[in-house]
């Protein structure tokens, strides 16, 4: 079912008898033969199975399918960590990591940006162009690492690891 296709639940409710629906009448031909009794109910089971039908392909099309296996809960899987340039900012500018966790870079500006540790050489992905990506890992040792981009020294963070 294409995305956006009206439900058609409207229509199979149309199309389920109703007990309030004005009967045939009764009493000017008497008795219905079974023959009669035939005529009259297969229309009003195929409106139920058109109706039943209708609303299966609903509930199909607007209901996700079932997934027996939920998302990943973990959020300190390796490799999932990031820190993302945007507007001459880190975000986040204080980022909480594991000892020699790979930590991914996403620069979204234009201009190239750098995480930098501040003091020694801890960690340095680099210069990373405008739209580009870069890693680094973070260190071993447990401790709180003031980072910055080279370029840009109002662009600051903190890198924690514990
Ligand atoms: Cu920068």
């Known amino acids: 079912m ?8 409207a229509d199979a409710d149309f199309l389920i008898p109703r007990a309030g629906r004005p009967r045939a009448p009764v009493g000017r031909t008497g008795p219905m033969s079974p023959s009669q009794l035939r005529r009259r ?3 009003l089971a195929l409106g139920a199975a058109a109706a039943a039908l209708l609303a299966t392909a609903c509930s199909n099309g607007d209901d996700q399918p ?4 939920p998302a990943p809960s973990s959020s300190a899987t390796a490799g999932t960590q990031s820190i993302t340039m945007e507007n ?8 909480q990591v594991r000892p020699g966790e790979k930590i991914t870079v996403v620069n979204k500006d234009s201009a190239a940006h750098t995480v930098t540790a501040t003091e020694g050489d801890t960690f340095d992905t680099g210069n990373i162009p405008g739209g580009k990506s870069g890693t680094f890992t ?3 040792e447990a401790g709180e690492y003031a980072f910055v981009c080279t370029f840009h020294p109002n662009m600051t963070g903190t890198l924690i690891v514990r």
Request: aromatic content about 8%; glycine content about 4%; proline content about 19%.
């Open 2 to 9: 294409e995305a956006g296709t009206p439900c058609a639940r």
């Open 41 to 43: 109910a297969v229309p």
């Open 66 to 69: 079932a997934s027996p296996s």
């Open 88 to 95: 001459f900012a880190f975000s986040p500018a204080d980022l």
């Open 138 to 140: 973070a260190p071993a």
